[in-house]
């Protein structure tokens, strides 16, 4: 039972969004992004290997879909602490009955939401508001050569990003479409 997140599931198996449980004051609130304990419950199996933080200065702007191949993928925690994004999460695991379904769930600093993305999923966002600042915990550290990368506006993955896609990295916009047989990535 956890009692720091409100957890919601999605149609998609391992897929979670965590609301925060705020504590508040006349000062404003405290709220925990990450707990051991309670994600354990919940799919976090280990220690947090990196955090990351990010801005995004223009709305518009996408990030992704990202993820790393085994033996280093990784479940990730996201969570938006300024702005507004739409945050999207595809399934990549070969034999998942769910494979290439995404979930797209905004995040906000004001909803305290956070999605917990397990391992075989591509990441990515949209922001939906100038100034987005994100945090990242990831259960593997980031290595280079097993990043991948898919196209967030492959029509095969039919993403409806809310707002016209802007600011792409070089990288992200040059991911190739998939090919009718991509099998996704093994367990
Ligand atoms: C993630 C990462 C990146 N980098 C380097 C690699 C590039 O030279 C540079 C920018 O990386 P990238 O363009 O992948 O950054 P984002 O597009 O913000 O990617 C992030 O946002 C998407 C939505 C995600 O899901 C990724 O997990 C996350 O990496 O930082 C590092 O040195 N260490 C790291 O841990």
Redesign the pocket.
């Known amino acids: 039972m956890t009692v720091r997140f409100e957890i919601e599931t999605t149609p998609i198996e391992g897929l979670l969004v965590l609301k925060r449980r705020r504590i508040t004051d006349e000062r404003g609130h405290i709220s925990r992004l990450f707990c051991s304990d309670e994600l354990a419950e919940i799919g976090w199996r280990g220690p947090v290997a990196?955090v990351?933080e990010?801005a995004s200065r223009f709305a518009g702007t996408v990030?992704?879909m990202?993820f790393q191949s085994p033996p280093f993928s990784e479940i990730?925690l996201v969570t938006c602490v300024a702005g507004c994004i739409l945050d999207v999460a595809i399934d990549l695991r070969r034999n998942s009955p769910t494979f290439l379904n995404h979930v797209a769930v905004e995040l906000s600093a004001d909803n305290a939401c956070s999605f917990l993305i397990p391992e075989g999923f591509a990441?990515?966002?949209q922001a939906l508001t100038d100034d987005v600042r994100m945090i990242?915990a990831h259960s593997a550290p980031?290595h280079?050569e097993a990043e991948g990368g898919l196209s967030p506006t492959d029509p095969r993955l039919g993403v409806a990003w809310p707002l016209p896609v802007r600011h792409l990295?070089p990288?992200?916009a040059g991911h190739p479409l998939l090919d009718a047989d991509y099998q996704g990535l093994a367990a």
């Open positions: 990196q990351n990010s990030r992704g990202h990730k990441h990515g966002f990242y980031y280079a990295s990288r992200d």
